[in-house]
């Protein structure tokens, strides 16, 4: 599967963005999918999931209560909306897939067979 993020940008602090995740290829809803991101000097570290149902989502500690996970199993897309967003947001943001026979939404970047190419989130303060 190819994965290919967009919504990427430059906002102010407060502010909101959604990202989007066009995947392509074997069957969309086969993956459970995955949002990461890595910031400069930092290693990558997990920020949602959703499972391949759309039934069960997870989200990092440091985003719940500002950033929802949700896919459209019709369109081939999954989303990461953002809102409330932190100097410390600031990252490359990563769409991932994960192809297991089971619906779950996982946190752990061994799970995930397929990354996208990432896209730049600037959250200025």
């Known amino acids: 599967v190819q994965l290919v993020e967009s919504g990427g940008g430059l906002v102010q602090a407060g502010g909101s963005l959604s990202l989007s995740c066009a995947a392509s290829g074997r069957t969309f809803s086969t993956y459970n999918m995955g949002w990461f991101r890595q910031a400069p000097g930092k290693e990558r570290e997990f920020v949602a999931a959703?499972?391949?149902?759309?039934?069960?989502?997870y989200l990092a500690d440091s985003v719940k209560g500002r950033f929802t996970v949700s896919r459209d199993n019709t369109n081939n897309t999954v989303l990461l909306q953002m809102n409330s967003l932190k100097a410390e947001d600031t990252a490359v943001y990563y769409c991932a897939a994960d192809y297991t026979p089971f619906d779950v939404a996982r946190r752990e970047t061994r799970w995930y067979d397929y990354w996208g190419q990432g896209i730049q989130v600037t959250v200025s303060s």
């Open positions: 959703i499972s391949r149902s759309g039934r069960t989502t």
